[in-house]
């Protein structure tokens, strides 16, 4: 066995090499017996597992592999420079990069440490399958998170409140977070690129209120995406802050339309998602004009629609049966109890702001952020 260490020291001498393979090699492969395995190690990140030289072409790999002795305590002894010797005589010994690539053993995420020869060597076939894996940890980890509180209307007004009294922050910059996070949701749900149109257009219905002005962030953070998004604001608030908005979509030339489809099949052609952004939890009482006939003409419709925080007409907390029906819910800061009766395919928390004081003091139970990410994907 031969052992490499991270500093060179070369641990064990190996055996001498001759121009002519061992004789047991030889005679181990005419009787049908696979030769002894040899085992190198090079590193915490990429590890040889087992190499065998069971072919009469993998002797030439297996004379590089302990000729790499040599080259430990030379200048050239870097993690680099070793690894792109060991690759082509593990490729000619197990079939290929993609067997090579296994049989080190890679971290995709430590690959980089080892210099350019060591990335290209996982594959795309690996990149998929390290994917795959790592979306049914994922997968697991959301079925077994502890379900967050669902909250009341007076629970999330009071949990706002305090967000803007106690700690200082203001309208616009929770609006900002939550405007980003529901662009991120429908990014990691509905990609740009599984779009059956040329163009991933996407139809942003605003509320005359602090919901709208997360759809007219939404829209601005999907253009930036790759999106092709359009504004339907039919009521907008005379304060800067919603101007401002109104503006900054404008200036990234995203058209506002001057009326709203009548028909749902005018949609269906135009646009391959539509964003929900008309009520959110201050919602009470009933829908007035024009948005009564905007949410029928929205029940119609065929492709999928995403609501922000509340499906809007719904309920705050029981919700409603005959309302509009989502595919997708974002809900931010913490769910509300609504969100119980949702029954689409995505259900996201968004808006990775909450203080941790402010969490304890409500008993959000708000489940672990994965990494950097500010959204998270809910069971």
Not at 114 to 133: D, H, I, M, Q
Request: charged share 20%; aromatic share 8%; hydrophobic share 40%.
């Amino acid at each position: 066995q031969l052992f490499i260490k991270e500093g060179g020291e070369r641990k064990h001498q190996p055996p001498a090499v001759t121009s002519r393979p061992p004789a047991h090699a030889l005679s181990g492969v005419e009787r049908g017996v696979p030769p002894p395995r040899r085992r190198l190690r090079l590193s915490d990140s990429c590890f040889v597992h087992w190499f065998e030289p069971a072919q009469r072409q993998s002797r030439g790999g297996m004379r590089a592999l302990l000729g790499l002795s040599t080259l430990v305590s030379s200048p050239l002894g870097s993690r680099s420079f070793l690894l792109s010797l060991l690759l082509p005589a593990l490729a000619s010994a197990r079939g290929g990069e993609r067997r090579a690539a296994a049989a080190l053993c890679i971290n995709p995420r430590a690959a980089s440490t080892w210099g350019p020869t060591a990335a290209a060597a996982l594959s795309a076939p690996a990149r998929v399958k390290e994917r795959t894996c790592s979306s049914r940890r994922n997968t697991s980890a959301s079925a077994a998170m502890e379900a967050p509180k669902y909250l009341s209307q007076e629970e999330a007004q009071a949990v706002d409140q305090e967000l803007f009294n106690e700690y200082k922050f203001s309208v616009d910059q929770l609006m900002e977070l939550a405007g980003l996070s529901c662009a991120t949701a429908i990014a990691r749900a509905y990609p740009a690129s599984t779009f059956t149109r040329k163009v991933p257009a996407v139809l942003v219905v605003c509320g005359p209120g602090n919901n709208g002005g997360d759809g007219l962030v939404c829209a601005r953070h999907l253009k930036l995406f790759g999106y092709e998004p359009t504004i339907f604001y039919p009521k907008r608030p005379n304060k800067p802050l919603f101007e401002n908005l109104t503006t900054q979509c404008q200036k990234m030339d995203i058209h506002f339309l001057p009326e709203f489809p009548s028909e749902a099949a005018v949609i269906d052609e135009a646009y391959g998602l539509v964003v929900d952004a008309i009520f959110g939890f201050s919602f009470k009482g009933a829908v007035r004009e024009p948005y009564g006939s905007i949410l029928r003409t929205l029940k119609q419709l065929t492709v999928p629609i995403a609501s922000i925080d509340i499906p809007s007409g719904w309920d705050v907390e029981s919700g409603n049966p005959e309302g509009l029906q989502p595919d997708m819910l974002i809900s931010l800061t913490a769910p509300k109890k609504s969100a119980q009766h949702f029954s689409g395919r995505y259900h996201f928390l968004g808006g990775r702001f909450v203080p941790k004081a402010l969490e304890k003091k409500y008993e959000l139970k708000l489940p672990p952020y994965p990494e950097t990410d500010c959204i998270l994907q809910l069971p």
